[in-house]
């Protein structure tokens, strides 16, 4: 059975950090690209980051560049968003997700991706 179960999101003032946890079960990171994407209310879903189980490579929105981490753990099956500096614009529910594309065309197509997290909620206050 695949499985993604989101962690880490909260509460917190501006300027703030958090660290999100995407723990993954049921498929291998080496054959998928892991994002996270992030949902605020009223608001379409925006690809926030990518990163390729294969080689390592990451791909960032623009809005959260050098403010945003992604990295992976493929031995623990493991995805993580370090997020810096939050601003009250990146509150929403960040879901992690697995798909096939290459690291931009995941970033930029959420309905591609094959499987998805339940979310969890971020927000950050002004």
């Known amino acids: 059975e695949v499985q993604l179960v989101e962690s880490g999101g909260g509460l917190v003032q501006a300027g703030g950090s958090l660290r999100l946890s995407c723990a993954a079960s049921?498929?291998?990171?080496?054959?998928?690209?892991m994002c996270w994407f992030r949902q605020a209310p009223g608001k379409e879903r925006e690809g926030v980051s990518c990163?390729?189980?294969?080689?390592?490579?990451?791909v960032y929105a623009f809005s959260v560049m050098g403010r945003f981490t992604i990295s992976i753990d493929n031995a623990k099956n493991m995805v993580y968003l370090q997020m810096n500096s939050l601003k009250p614009e990146d509150t929403a529910v960040y879901y992690c997700?697995?798909?096939?594309?290459?690291?931009?065309?995941?970033?930029?197509?959420?309905?591609?991706?094959?499987?998805w997290g339940q979310g969890t909620q971020v927000t950050v206050s002004s």
């Open positions: 997700a697995a798909s096939k594309l290459g690291i931009a065309l995941a970033l930029g197509t959420d309905i591609s991706s094959n499987y």
């Open positions: 990163v390729s189980g294969n080689d390592g490579n990451v």
């Open positions: 049921g498929f291998s990171f080496d054959d998928y690209t």
